[in-house]
């Protein structure tokens, strides 16, 4: 069943396979979308699909460049905090000039580099924690490389579900039939054929 992770052997395999179906989500999430869709924030969070896409792109760069340079720290971002908080904010908004296109290519791109290292890493490299940024732990030195992936494929999927939430208030489609019509097999006969709000 394509809604589901498929079987694992062992803990490489289960990390590989469970990061690439919480990445997966988005792009049933956002399929069928316009770019205006993509970009409304019909909730009351200032969350869009759009934006979550592009936040689920950044979240994992950033945490790939920590687990490619273990058990070294990626070079320093030297730039004032301000700044650097101005640009996380603004990974979680959808521009006018930004395509739904453009970013799951940019969200295709990273999930592939995020897989490879998954597969390759060392999962019991020290991963350094940084000690500028104000919501990291103060009494701990070092995450693993385990532990990075595993809060990768978390972020994935809570963020999928806020999508999950706006996706339905757009037109009410729902993810067993996003999934089915993004892969063109027939869900079970208990689920409701989606249909835009719409639609005749």
Do not use: C
């Amino acid at each position: 069943m394509p809604a589901l992770a498929p079987p694992v052997a062992d803990e490489r395999q289960a990390l590989r396979e469970y990061l690439a179906y919480h990445q997966s989500a988005y792009f049933a999430v956002s399929y069928g979308l316009t770019d205006e869709q993509a970009r409304s924030t019909p909730t009351v969070s200032a969350l869009s699909i759009g934006g979550l896409i592009k936040h689920a792109t950044g979240m994992q760069r950033t945490w790939m460049a920590r687990v490619a340079a273990a058990p070294e720290a990626p070079p320093k971002d030297t730039r004032p905090f301000e700044e650097i908080a101005k640009e996380f904010a603004d990974q979680h908004v959808m521009h006018p000039s930004e395509t739904l296109a453009g970013l799951l290519s940019a969200f295709e791109e990273q999930n592939a580099k995020t897989l490879h290292l998954a597969e390759t890493a060392a999962l019991d490299a020290a991963v350094p924690v940084p000690e500028d940024i104000p919501w990291f732990p103060k009494n701990i030195g070092a995450w693993s490389v385990r532990w990075v992936i595993l809060h990768v494929i978390n972020e994935l999927a809570r963020h999928a579900g806020h999508a999950d939430i706006i996706r339905e208030s757009i037109d009410g489609a729902t993810m067993y039939e996003l999934i089915a019509a993004r892969e063109n097999w027939e869900p079970q006969a208990w689920l409701t054929p989606w249909r835009p709000r719409d639609a005749t």
